[in-house]
């Protein structure tokens, strides 16, 4: 490459150091300008994150790898890049396994990348990530001088350095406490993440910094299987009582008659079992957040009870007279639709109005395009890592099957799905491959073409007197029991088609007289 070039490559990559960018564009600019100067079939932007190593932006690679998260103990070619203190190339015929076998962009075949290199960065002298080149020729970076890629590294170095300056700008410009950090780590486990490049998600996640460092009750709406858990657990990270605990209550999975004990505690002789003093979750949230889900699920009588210590912040346990000063930011997540509740008198309009300070919505995964496929990788990665496999990848049908299915049982049907469709796929095989492709075959879901829908329910006349609930429960019968015997009384499809959760269908079936 001449002199002339080198200079018309990265004369813009310097302009842009003091460019206010987007952090995703000015990422896509630095591999840009890398694969002109270094020829390759891939090339990636990671960040260290602890013990992973988290992708910013691919180039060649397949859309789902932006979702994955690499563990770097899993990942030993990833190990020794970070030991180094300058530029590797791996010999062609390395032991060691490339994580982006197969994930190369384009190419149905599962090939190997044969011919690899990269880079540690390196901020303020400490590891910050690393650049990686890929190629499937094993001998395309022979003519590549190891100190090419180095003097490339400098400048992406600088590229996120300024990256990370002006967020910090940003970011001081704006009150510190409402700032929505994306992952936490919980019990050595991977960071629970929410992963999305749509609108949508990026509204929420907007939503989510906007509110996160307030004290607002928050009420996280949207349907079943979206994450609501997932927003709240940013909301409270984002928050000043961060440091605090974030305790949880599902509310639809006790029975009314110990609801209250989990929540205000109890005495000891307050019931039958009650054999100590305990603590409800109020007091154990005390200084920090109580998470509510499933909040819809309350009957009427913990609701006046509820909006009492939302009211004060005084409870009493179960069993006595003394009263108890909390001090608890709450957060609750329904998929029902609570001010349709209220109107038709099953939810307290005093309760509901309480709850919903701040509404949140969290988009359907149908509404956020394709993010299917980063959470997708995400959800590979995973699955690989669990079964032990050198490369899990979709294949490019199987990822026009994701993007083009409606998602009823939205993110928790996408995992689910990765899954045992991963694990169905290894079992069909005669032997381990090192590289697993799942096609849309093995993820067994309804081609590009739209399925067709089911012939709609015809409500029968209610009967005579019957009230305004008692015909939407009759509907709900006919709805669910039609619903099933599409499905051959199979409870988890039916669910999926109704877009509920497959316990919450159970719970109502039973309150509808069906189970």
Known sequence: MTATTLLTTLLPLVADLSRELPESERY????????????????ALL??????LVPLAVDG??????????????HPRFAALLE???????????????????????????????????????????????LTLDALDPRRFDAIPLSDLHAFASLAAATVSAAERIERLALRAEDEHQRAEVYRQASGQQPREMIGQSKAHKRLLEEVSLVGGSDLTVLISGETGVGKELVAQALHTASTRRDKPLVSLNCAALPDTLVESELF???????TGATS??????????GGTLFLDEVGELSLSVQAKLLRVLQSGQLQRLGSDKEHRVDVRLIAATNRDLAAEVRNGRYRADFYHRLSVYPLRVPALRERGRDVLLLSGFFLEQNRSRMGLGSLRLTSDAQAALLAYAWPGNVRELEHLIGRSALKALGNGRERPKILSLSAADLDLPSVAAPRAPAPVTPHPAEPGADLRQA?????????????????????????????????LGRMAKRLGLK
Request: net charge negative; proline share 7%.
């Open 28 to 43: 896509r600019r630095l591999l840009e300008a890398m694969r002109a100067l270094l020829p390759c079939d891939a090339a």
């Open 47 to 52: 960040r260290l994150d602890g013990e992973w």
């Open 61 to 74: 690679l397949s859309p789902d790898t932006l979702g994955r998260r690499f563990k770097i103990s899993e």
């Open 84 to 130: 180094g203190p300058g530029p590797t190339r791996f010999a062609s015929d390395s032991p060691l396994p490339d994580p982006y076998d197969g994930l190369v962009h384009g190419l149905d075949e599962a090939l190997h990348v044969h011919d690899c290199m990269g880079c540690p960065l390196f901020i303020d002298e400490r590891p910050w990530g690393l």
């Open 265 to 271: 505690g109890h005495v000891r002789g307050a019931f």
């Open 277 to 286: 003093d305990r603590r409800g979750k109020f007091e154990l949230a005390n």
């Open 472 to 504: 939407t429960e009759q509907y709900q019968r006919q709805l669910i029991s039609a619903c099933l015997d599409r499905h051959q009384h199979n409870w988890a499809s039916a669910a999926r088609e109704l877009g509920l959760d497959r316990a919450n």
